[in-house]
Nanobody
Framework: VQLQASGGGSARAGGSLRLSCKGSMSIFGIPNMGWYRQAPGKQREMVATITDGGITTYADSVKGRFTISKENIKNSIYLQMNNLKPEDTGVYYC???????????????WGQGTQVTVSS
């Protein structure tokens, strides 16, 4: 599935941003979708994930501040980011992972990334 992320930008510490990721096809049934980020000079890290059944996981650094959600009818997932901190700065990528058993195909698809910059 092709993924298109949007909603990044600049914010002050304590501010909010909302990221969106729209799939090119139905996301219904995709086992795992999520948001990852990569700061300059650092490895890409998981920020938040959501399963097909709506179970969410968060990195410790964003718990209580970020909320991931999905809207199957719009083929989209979202990341609401509140109380932003400068260390949240990075490129945010959306991701979709799954396995299609009937064709023995495992997929791990990434969107193009959207920049988030938080100033102090």
């Amino acid at each position: 599935v092709q993924l298109q992320a949007s909603g990044g930008g600049s914010a002050r510490a304590g501010g909010s941003l909302r990221l969106s990721c729209k799939g090119s096809m139905s996301i219904f049934g995709i086992p795992n979708m999520g948001w990852y980020r990569q700061a300059p000079g650092k490895q890409r890290e998981m920020v938040a994930t959501i399963t097909d059944g709506g179970i969410t996981t968060y990195a410790d650094s964003v718990k209580g501040r970020f909320t991931i959600s999905k809207e199957n009818i719009k083929n989209s997932i979202y990341l609401q980011m509140n109380n932003l901190k400068p260390e949240d700065t990075g490129v945010y990528y959306c991701n979709a992972q799954g396995y299609i058993a009937r064709i023995n195909y495992k997929y791990n698809d990434w969107g193009q990334g959207t920049q988030v910059t938080v100033s102090s």
